[in-house]
């Protein structure tokens, strides 16, 4: 069973800096996506940024310019570099790595961010 296991969050005064690790246990095959999402207190699920297995990626309005997502393949990791952390960023971060056959896939357990104003 794969694992994902999340690391990197952390409490952060508004406009620093933190940057999100997910890391799978094993190496995953036919990924069509890995995603970060991430869900505020009572509010949904949203997501945040993707990069496609051509290493396309997108990003929500809310983070473009500010959050950049990366993979090294050969560690079968995915990075979420944040900067200019406002507090509306406070959020439990989650990963997500989605399969060309299983678009639900396999997802982290969760990190914390806080930013302080």
């Known amino acids: 069973q794969v694992q994902l296991v999340e690391s990197g969050g952390g409490l952060v005064q508004a406009g620093g800096s933190l940057r999100l690790s997910c890391a799978a246990s094993?190496?995953?095959?036919?990924?069509?996506?890995m995603k970060w999402y991430r869900q505020a207190p009572g509010k949904q699920r949203e997501l945040v940024a993707a990069i496609t297995s051509g290493g396309s990626t997108n990003y929500a309005d809310s983070v473009r310019g500010r959050f950049t997502i990366s993979r090294d393949n050969a560690k079968n990791t995915v990075y979420l570099q944040m900067n200019s952390l406002k507090p509306e960023d406070t959020a439990v971060y989650y990963c997500?790595?989605?399969?060309?056959?299983?678009?639900?896939?396999?997802w982290g357990q969760g990190t914390q961010v806080t930013v302080s104003s």
């Open positions: 094993e190496r995953i095959f036919s990924i069509s996506a």
């Open positions: 997500n790595v989605a399969l060309v056959l299983y678009e639900y896939g396999y």
